[in-house]
């Protein structure tokens, strides 16, 4: 009897193939619904996957660019904070030149001022030489070494490079890493070139006897001390604006990675409202299923089909 074998066997054919199809959608759901993707793969929707795929170059591009972002600041903040103390230490460099300017004044006080005002030199030998999180000094440029030198005869010398160097922060968005040491270190006084290094030494070797009247040098020194204060305000109001800059590109970055979070889930996320009912309602669909084939199999008269 052929026919009923055949019958029989389409049966349980056609039943394994159901409950195979119902299993199938039930793990997708399942994997949907853990992991919020929509998308196994890409012949699923392809226009989607292809959006998809351009979204996450986007975020690999982003991400250097907000980890360029976030190193310019540690490095500008750095260099705000080591001229805040420049800018402090000059300021008490003009208290003593003016205290020393006094012609009251005797030889022993200026003889102790010249001697903290040296100490303001080594101070600002020691921050002009401040290195960031990387070791690397923040007023050296691109040289990968000090900023400043000192000789035997104890001249000071710059000996970094020439450019900051910079770093992407965005298509077309390039932003300097910090200032070199002769950007705000470096003045014109008299109409000749000098530092603040050499005013400061100047200073304090004029007030231990190096000039004949030292009170009359100390506040000649003020003109100088003056431009040197002027030349760290500027420098400081650079970083500043940098800070601000920069600060906005990592609100942008932060607002543009929120829009892509947003387009991905559209594109390719999951409604788990719906897929949660789906999934429910295929479960039903494969337990009513199972039922029936269970009790049709026991059903005498088909065994004896």
């Not at 897929?275 to 049709?296: G, K």
């Given at each position: 009897m052929p026919a009923p074998i055949n019958t029989q066997s389409g049966f349980y054919s056609r039943s394994i193939s159901q409950f195979d199809g119902l299993r199938g959608q039930l793990n997708t759901l399942q994997s949907q619904i853990a992991t919020g993707v929509r998308l196994e793969r890409s012949s699923d929707d392809p226009a989607a996957a292809s959006r998809l795929r351009s979204l996450a170059r986007e975020d690999r591009l982003e991400q250097v660019f907000a980890e360029n972002a976030d190193l310019l600041e540690l490095d500008v903040s750095a260099a705000s904070d080591a001229l805040t103390g420049i800018n402090n230490l000059l300021i008490r460099a003009r208290e003593l030149a003016l205290a020393a300017g006094n012609d009251t004044l005797g030889d022993p006080e200026r003889a102790a001022i010249a001697t903290e005002i040296e100490q303001l030199g080594e101070e600002l030998f020691a921050r002009a030489n401040t290195t960031g999180l990387d070791g690397e000094a923040l007023f050296a440029g691109e040289s990968g070494g000090r900023a400043y030198a000192r000789?035997?005869?104890?001249?000071?010398?710059?000996?970094?490079?020439?450019?900051?160097?910079?770093?992407?922060?965005?298509?077309?968005?390039?932003?300097?890493?910090?200032?070199?040491?002769?950007?705000?270190?470096?003045?014109?006084?008299?109409?000749?070139?000098?530092?603040?290094?050499?005013?400061?030494?100047?200073?304090?070797?004029?007030?231990?006897?190096?000039?004949?009247?030292?009170?009359?040098?100390?506040?000649?020194?003020?003109?100088?001390?003056?431009?040197?204060?002027?030349?760290s305000t500027r420098g400081q109001t650079i970083l500043g604006a940098r800070l601000a800059w920069i600060e906005s590109i990592q609100q942008a970055q932060s607002d543009r990675s929120f829009s892509r979070a947003e387009q991905?889930?559209?594109?390719?996320?999951?409604?788990?409202?719906?897929?949660?009912?789906?999934?429910?309602?295929?479960?039903?669909?494969?337990?009513?299923?199972?039922?029936?084939?269970?009790?049709?199999?026991?059903?005498?008269?088909?065994?004896a089909i």
């Open positions: 000789d035997a005869a104890g001249l000071v010398s710059y000996i970094g490079s020439a450019q900051s160097g910079s770093l992407f922060v965005g298509a077309g968005a390039e932003i300097e890493r910090g200032l070199t040491g002769p950007e705000f270190l470096e003045l014109d006084v008299g109409g000749g070139p000098t530092d603040a290094f050499a005013l400061l030494g100047g200073l304090a070797a004029a007030l231990q006897g190096g000039a004949a009247d030292p009170a009359a040098a100390a506040r000649d020194a003020l003109i100088g001390i003056d431009a040197a204060l002027d030349s991905q889930a559209d594109v390719g996320g999951v409604e788990l409202t719906d897929a949660i009912a789906q999934l429910q309602q295929t479960l039903t669909v494969l337990e009513a299923s199972q039922a029936s084939f269970a009790r049709l199999s026991s059903l005498s008269l088909f065994n």
